[in-house]
């Protein structure tokens, strides 16, 4: 199983641009990655999936190196409801499923 | 398109009674999860089922778990015999037909206290 190493957490101020690193030394060929994140008392909600180089949306941006061991999500501009928990996964197919097993993520605190 | 659906969002059990968690998938998504979240952890995994069909339940304790996801109507988690230990956030989530996908939409979970 592909296992994810994040910091347990991150302060930043509003207006701020974070970058949250996930190492997944052990990423197979097929696995995407995926960051999630979760406010308090809700369920995780989908950001970003990227497979290699970079992925941007509305929310967020995704940077993965050529090598695939690292991936970093980049929040532009912070403000105090980006406050949450913020998980990266690493797809790991059994049986033709995308397992989507969950570390303890990161808890980023923003401030005024 | 309503969201994944779970009911009820709080539920109160005394210790030794059944435990009955229910997940409406999103319109069209056939597999659904099963995750047990204690506070101020990570969601841990414990069941993956398709209609009809247990897929994987690694992560479901090996008594008094069980879960179902019939041909119609929800997914259910049942839980016998709570213990104060199984009081916990249960989310479910749901993912469309296609497998592989790995964007799947959770619901707001259902916080289960054991008294």
């Known amino acids: 199983l592909a296992k994810t190493t994040q910091p347990i957490s991150m302060d930043s101020y509003e207006g701020q641009e974070v970058n949250i690193t996930c190492s997944h030394n052990?990423?197979?060929?097929?696995?995407?990655i995926t960051w999630y994140q979760q406010f308090p008392s809700q369920g995780p909600r989908f950001i970003i999936q990227?497979?290699?180089t970079k992925v941007t949306n509305e929310v967020a941006s995704l940077f993965i190196p050529a090598d695939r061991k690292s991936s970093t999500l980049s929040l532009p501009r912070v403000s105090l409801s980006d406050t949450a928990v913020y998980y990266c996964?690493?797809?790991?197919?059994?049986?033709?499923?995308?397992?989507?097993?969950f570390g303890a993520g990161t808890r980023l605190a923003v401030h005024p | 398109n309503a969201g994944v659906m779970q009911n009820p969002r709080h539920l109160v059990r005394r210790r030794g009674q059944e435990a009955r968690l229910r997940c409406s998938p999103m319109?069209?998504?056939?597999?659904v999860y099963w995750y047990r979240q204690l506070p101020e952890e990570g969601l841990k995994f414990m069941v993956y089922?398709?209609?009809?069909?247990?897929?994987?339940e690694s992560g479901m304790p090996k008594e008094r778990f069980s879960a179902e996801f019939p041909k119609e109507g929800p997914s259910i988690l049942r839980i016998q015999q709570v213990v104060r230990g199984d009081s916990a956030a249960y989310f479910c989530?749901?993912?469309?037909?296609?497998?592989?996908?790995?964007?799947?939409?959770f619901g707001q979970g259902t916080r289960l206290t054991v008294v």
């Open positions: 319109k069209g998504h056939s597999h």
């Open positions: 989530a749901s993912s469309p037909i296609t497998t592989g996908d790995p964007e799947a939409f």
């Open positions: 990227g497979y290699k």
């Open positions: 089922l398709q209609k009809e069909n247990i897929i994987d």
């Open positions: 052990n990423i197979a060929t097929n696995d995407y």
């Open positions: 996964l690493v797809g790991d197919m059994v049986g033709g499923y995308n397992k989507l097993i």
